[in-house]
């Protein structure tokens, strides 16, 4: 027989053995969670070391802290001056092996700038800015070019924007056509320095790109410039770009289409200045239809009550001058699908400010109204003498008219046939509750403007939290500015410099070596508090004249 001591011996021996293996696998697992990895890759060595003189080389080596990836090396990562043949690049665990291809010129100073290429394996942390510098002589250029980049619009400053710079002579064969050799991205605080230059005239550039190949080559890029030339023959510093999107000189309809509901919609690749469209096929369409223009005045919406044509030919006009004509397909018997919706002419906190009427704006033109389908009521009990009436400014768009009580709740009923459009659709039960704004909760600012030279304009504008632009006021002498009835909240104030004294924000344009007008933003948040007046002293400075 088992001996029972024995039995229980070697089942603790069993329960030992078997926690060891549990707790020793448990102890070789990863540790899960902990904080995000936002550090680069590092370079521990370059052999040849960076900045090496009389640099003879066929490869250069560098070793990093850390296992790293090339992304886009052919695009980003760039040699000055240039190369005929690209060297190779290969990874070997922690290092990079350049392996040149091409003889190496006397007595040069090289840069090879990394660009974004060196980013490590789990979080693409990119080692941003990274060159490395040799001379084939015994001399390295040093010279260096430093500044800022900001927004024209916004006046802020511009992170990750590619600062570049093309000599003189190569200028008008390279910018816009290929990528540079020497660039720089800009920090966090949308500062650039470019260094190991040669003396010699530069022109220099700025481009935020949404897709970057560092080539200014797309309407939607920004772009800045210097407009003089910098000859570098010592350290420059202070160097202001002003990135803009340049507005492009050919028009052109960047989209159109048909939409579900039998709409043609139409986007602009520029605002115009007043557009007007045509049909031109059928003709017969062009007396029926109805065009909708968006107040930024580069969309169109063009709605047709008679639907049976296979094909369209709209020409577009601005200032009554043709400019372009588009052409739309459209199947006889192709179907489309309607709905009529609402926007409500409230806030985003669903109020209705004081002393407005509420304005409905529908999605389709409205061809009629049954003002006894649409019920309000105040507190749950129906309100009487409500006027509703269309919006002779809007097609698509009604006005309902009440002496609505300060902080009262209402709720506004759209009930099954309220509205017909213009093809025969009816909408469906729709509404909203409100409230009724009370007095108290808006406020009254001042703006006490000075202008530094009355025989210039400037633009006022009055933006809200999201920087939206509630208001534009052109000025050319001191004085003051009355905002009634405005919101409680936070604002600020812009100052544009209107140059040409036309009213609006003008772009720049390369080519042309036009700059962009000049926007000044005043410094202070303005906190607007309910049932107050607020005065505020703007004191416009001097233009900065961009260079």
């Not at 009521?377 to 269309?390: E, F, R, Y």
Request: charge should be positive.
């Amino acid at each position: 027989m088992l001996n029972p001591k024995s039995a229980v011996s070697g089942k603790i021996l069993f329960y030992v053995l078997l926690c060891l293996v549990i707790f020793g696998c448990a102890s070789i697992q990863k540790p899960m969670g902990g904080p995000r990895d936002l550090t680069p890759p590092k370079l521990l060595k370059a052999t040849p070391e960076n900045m090496t003189r009389n640099f003879t080389a066929k490869e250069i080596r560098l070793e990093f802290d850390e296992f790293y990836k090339l992304s886009n090396q052919y695009q980003e990562i760039t040699i000055s001056p240039a190369m005929e043949k690209q060297p190779d690049y290969k990874i070997s665990k922690r290092n990079l092996i350049i392996d040149f291809k091409d003889t190496l010129q006397k007595n040069t100073t090289y840069v090879i700038n990394f660009g974004k290429a060196i980013q490590d394996v789990n979080e693409s942390n990119v080692l941003q800015n990274f060159t490395y510098v040799f001379s084939t002589g015994p001399h390295i250029d040093s010279l260096s070019m430093s500044g800022f980049v900001i927004n024209s619009i916004t006046q802020e400053k511009e992170k990750d924007a590619t600062v570049m710079i093309f000599p003189v002579k190569q200028d008008s064969l390279l910018f816009g056509k290929k990528k540079p050799t020497i660039f720089a991205t800009t920090d966090s605080a949308g500062n650039f320095s470019l260094n190991n230059l040669h003396d010699g005239e530069y022109k220099i550039y700025a481009l935020k790109e949404p897709s970057p190949n560092k080539i200014f080559d797309n309407d939607k890029e920004l772009i800045a410039f210097s407009n003089r030339t910098i000859n570098l023959n010592k350290d420059t510093s202070g160097i202001r770009l002003s990135l803009f999107q340049q507005i492009p000189q050919k028009f052109r309809v960047a989209e159109k289409k048909l939409t579900n509901e039998g709409v043609l919609s139409l986007v602009f690749n520029k605002q115009l200045n007043n557009p007007s469209l045509k049909i031109i096929y059928p003709q017969a369409l062009d007396a029926q239809k109805i065009v909708d223009i968006s107040k930024t005045r580069d969309t169109a919406l063009v709605f047709m009550r008679n639907m049976d044509f296979d094909s369209l030919r709209v020409a577009i006009y601005d200032n009554n001058k043709p400019i372009d004509t588009i052409y739309q397909l459209k199947g006889r018997k192709e179907t489309f699908t309607r709905a009529i919706t609402f926007k409500y002419g409230i806030n985003r906190d669903n109020r209705l400010k004081p002393n407005t009427d509420l304005r409905i704006t529908t999605n389709l033109p409205i061809e009629s109204i049954e003002p006894g389908l649409i019920t309000l009521t105040l507190d749950s009990a129906n309100v009487s003498n409500v006027t509703i009436q269309k919006d002779t400014a809007n097609k698509r768009a009604f006005i309902v008219k009440n002496r609505w009580r300060a902080g009262g709740r209402y709720q506004i009923i759209l009930n099954d046939g309220a509205i017909t459009d213009i093809y025969g659709t009816r909408n469906k039960r729709a509404g909203i509750n409100f409230e009724a704004d009370k007095p108290d909760n808006y406020s009254q600012l001042t703006l006490k403007v000075s202008v530094p030279d009355s025989s210039k304009r400037y633009i006022i504008e009055l933006l809200d939290e999201q920087k939206n632009v509630v208001h534009s006021d052109p000025v050319s002498k001191s004085g003051s500015i009355i905002y009634k009835n405005y919101l409680t909240g936070k604002y600020k104030v812009r100052v544009i410099y209107d140059t040409n004294k036309n009213g609006r924000w003008d772009s720049g344009n390369v080519k042309q070596k036009v700059q962009p007008e000049n926007i000044w933003l005043y410094e202070k948040e303005i906190t607007l508090r309910a049932n107050w007046e607020a005065e505020e002293p703007v004191d416009i400075p001097r233009e900065q004249i961009n260079l």
